[in-house]
């Protein structure tokens, strides 16, 4: 006798993926066929987007524009004006000191002296303005330069998303959409995988999960291989229920595999929870109240029933194989 647990499923290869792309854009060509071997990295599709070849190239001409080196003449500019406020400012305080001798002297008046005072004082934060200004330009330079590096590069990175690229090294299936259509980076592009390795996706019933284990034996069906039966074990549980359709996913390795497999067969499956060499079996419509059968001389017998489906139930005590019983009146 063998219990099992019924699941339906499809077959996946390994690393199987749709391919999405990381921007907007039109299908321009694709670079490989369908069926094509790829590698990891290798350039599936080419994407064409105008807005955002201007907008990179535009980047670049900022980030150009804006290096500190091409600004070197507002910066020498800058630093003229330090070099002349700095002049005015030693004449100013010279012509103060000499102002200063002469007022010692009794020479000159001190309106002479304070108009002198004030020239030293306004050319000296002159010279501190314009030491100020140098500063503030290069530091302004170097931020724009920075930050226009910054944008060319994220511009580039986004035009460079133009190439959509594989993940894995496989196999390319099929395309989802076909050249000149539109696209965004919800849009699946084409399907790629491993096709030299299958598993099998299953999925199982929340009522049925707790009884599922990894190792347990699953018996395969396919309408691909009629009347065919294919042997697998259970190799991994993804612990979580998918709410719409109250069911887990579990994964199941080919043990025998059939000849030939694509991805997204559909399958049918039996997971083996238990099995029993000898086990003493009644029809189920000759249980009565779940744990009653009627004998041969009319006695009501109780019993003790095990594992059981629509067509048999397991008589675990209460019956011998030479008892008699009889099916119930409707």
């Given at each position: 006798?063998?219990?099992?647990?019924?699941?339906?499923?499809?077959?996946?290869?390994?690393?199987q993926y749709?391919?999405?792309?990381?921007?907007?854009?039109?299908?321009?060509?694709w670079?490989?066929?369908?069926?094509?071997?790829?590698?990891?990295?290798?350039?599936?599709?080419?994407?064409?987007?105008?807005a955002?070849?201007?907008?990179?190239?535009?980047?670049?001409?900022?980030?150009?524009?804006?290096?500190?080196?091409?600004?070197?003449?507002?910066?020498?500019?800058?630093?003229?004006?330090?070099?002349?406020?700095?002049?005015?400012?030693?004449?100013?305080?010279?012509?103060l000191?000499?102002?200063?001798n002469?007022?010692?002297?009794?020479?000159?008046?001190?309106?002479?002296?304070?108009?002198?005072?004030?020239?030293?004082?306004?050319?000296r934060?002159?010279?501190?303005?314009?030491?100020?200004?140098?500063q503030?330009?290069?530091?302004?330079?170097?931020?724009?330069?920075?930050?226009s590096?910054?944008?060319s590069?994220?511009?580039?990175?986004?035009?460079?998303?133009?190439?959509?690229?594989?993940?894995?090294?496989?196999?390319?299936?099929?395309?989802?959409?076909?050249?000149?259509?539109?696209?965004?980076?919800?849009?699946?592009?084409a399907?790629?995988?491993?096709?030299?390795?299958?598993?099998?996706?299953?999925?199982?019933?929340e009522?049925?999960?707790?009884?599922?284990?990894?190792?347990?034996?699953?018996?395969?069906?396919?309408?691909?291989?009629?009347?065919?039966?294919?042997?697998?074990?259970?190799?991994?549980?993804?612990?979580?229920?998918?709410e719409?359709?109250?069911?887990?996913?579990?994964?199941?390795?080919?043990?025998?595999?059939?000849?030939?497999?694509?991805?997204?067969?559909?399958?049918?499956?039996?997971?083996?929870?238990?099995?029993?060499?000898?086990?003493?079996?009644?029809?189920?419509?000759?249980?009565?109240?779940?744990?009653?059968?009627l004998?041969?001389?009319?006695?009501?017998?109780?019993?003790?029933?095990?594992?059981?489906?629509?067509?048999?139930?397991?008589?675990?005590?209460?019956l011998?194989?030479?008892?008699?019983?009889?099916?119930?009146?409707?």
């Open positions: 006798m063998t219990e099992s647990v019924y699941a339906s499923g499809t077959i996946k290869t390994g690393d749709q391919v999405f792309a990381n921007t907007s854009g039109t299908i321009r060509s670079m490989v066929e369908e069926g094509d071997e790829v590698k990891n990295g290798q350039v599936i599709a080419i994407l064409s987007n105008d955002l070849i201007a907008n990179s190239e535009t980047a670049k001409i900022t980030a150009d524009f804006n290096e500190v080196e091409n600004n070197a003449a507002k910066i020498k500019e800058a630093e003229r004006n330090v070099d002349l406020a700095k002049l005015k400012m030693e004449n100013d305080e010279l012509f000191t000499r102002q200063r002469l007022w010692q002297q009794d020479i000159g008046t001190r309106a002479e002296v304070d108009n002198r005072e004030l020239a030293a004082k306004n050319s934060a002159a010279y501190e303005n314009a030491r100020l200004q140098l503030d330009l290069k530091k302004q330079l170097r931020f724009n330069a920075a930050q590096k910054s944008g590069r994220a511009s580039a990175a986004q035009a460079a998303d133009l190439n959509v690229r594989s993940t894995v090294n496989g196999k390319v299936f099929t395309f989802l959409k076909k050249q000149g259509e539109m696209v965004t980076p919800q849009t699946a592009l399907v790629v995988g491993n096709d030299k390795s299958f598993h099998i996706e299953l999925q199982v019933d009522n049925d999960i707790t009884r599922v284990q990894a190792g347990q034996t699953v018996y395969i069906t396919m309408d691909s291989y009629k009347n065919k039966v294919f042997e697998a074990k259970v190799t991994r549980l993804i612990p979580f229920m998918d719409r359709t109250r069911t887990f996913e579990i994964h199941a390795q080919f043990t025998s595999a059939p000849p030939s497999l694509y991805p997204n067969l559909t399958t049918e499956a039996n997971i083996v929870i238990s099995q029993k060499d000898k086990a003493l079996l009644i029809p189920t419509d000759y249980l009565i109240d779940e744990n009653f059968v004998l041969k001389n009319g006695e009501k017998k109780k019993i003790v029933t095990g594992a059981k489906d629509y067509q048999q139930v397991e008589v675990v005590s209460g011998t194989a030479d008892d008699e019983i009889l099916k119930p009146a409707p």
